[in-house]
């Protein structure tokens, strides 16, 4: 499964950074020797854009998936609970990833039926193969954008409005899928804030009542924040609460 879902991600992530510019992508090579068939300087440039979609590839896909509401759900919740760097961000973007897996399982399994394993089996073209991949990945980025968002871009493309996901742009999937990302996060968050906010402002109003006034009330609440977001079992109905917010 593992396996599955590194090579359906590495596919989809290539057939994505190309977009439909599938002749372009089948002119690259790695081959810069001297052939009737073009100058070096040409392959050699081909090779460096190569290069350069291979490394911004896995980046490209992370966007394109359920990572960029589920990290930035944790890094307000992070802010919310005025731990600072606890917990560090090598944690929660790896807790991130995993629900990402976990999440996106379904797709890439859905992808590498669809696609890969039949290139891998030499049934289909490469190039079509990585399209027949990309589209479980396009349907679920389609499915979780407001039509709002698509509609906007579409605008902004000059093109018509899609009957179909398959018939659906990329150029507008993407840009649309995470701006409704970023909106769904940002309301997350903000339910998640408030019972924090609500803390901190009795503390403080505690505080103050008290004459306390040389006392932060951040420094006093933050133990209080924590041992509330421990006994409602926060990252279990985080954890719970994200994965179920996808379609």
């Given amino acids: 499964m593992t396996k599955k879902f590194l090579l359906t991600a590495a596919a989809a992530a290539l057939v994505l950074s190309f977009g439909a510019d599938c002749a372009w992508a089948q002119s690259l090579t790695l081959n810069v020797a001297d052939t009737p068939t073009g100058s ?91 399209e027949k991949a990309a589209e479980p990945i396009k349907e679920f980025m389609v499915k979780n954008t407001r039509e709002k968002d698509l509609l906007l871009f579409t605008d902004l493309a000059q093109e018509k409005p899609a009957e179909s996901v398959a018939a659906t742009p990329l150029k507008v999937a993407i840009p649309a899928f995470m701006i409704s990302e970023l909106r769904r996060a940002f309301e997350i968050g903000f339910l998640i804030f408030v019972p924090f906010l609500i803390i901190d402002m009795v503390i403080a109003s505690v505080l103050m009542s008290m004459g306390m006034m040389m006392l932060p009330p951040t420094v006093l609440a933050m133990p209080f924040k924590v041992i509330f977001f421990v006994l409602v079992d926060g990252w279990y109905l985080l954890a719970g609460s994200l994965v179920n917010s996808f379609h």
Wanted: glycine fraction near 2%; avoid cysteine.
């Fill in 40 to 130: 070096a300087t040409a392959r050699i440039f081909n090779l460096i854009a190569l290069i350069t979609v291979l490394s911004i590839a896995p980046s490209i896909l992370v966007m394109m998936t359920s990572f960029t509401r589920i990290v930035v759900v944790f890094s307000i919740t992070r802010s919310a609970l005025a731990t600072n760097t606890t917990p560090p961000n090598m944690v929660l973007i790896s807790l991130a990833l995993f629900l990402t897996m976990f999440i996106m399982a379904p797709t890439f399994e859905k992808s590498w039926e669809q696609g890969i394993k039949p290139m891998f089996d030499e049934k289909i073209e490469m190039m079509d193969g990585l």
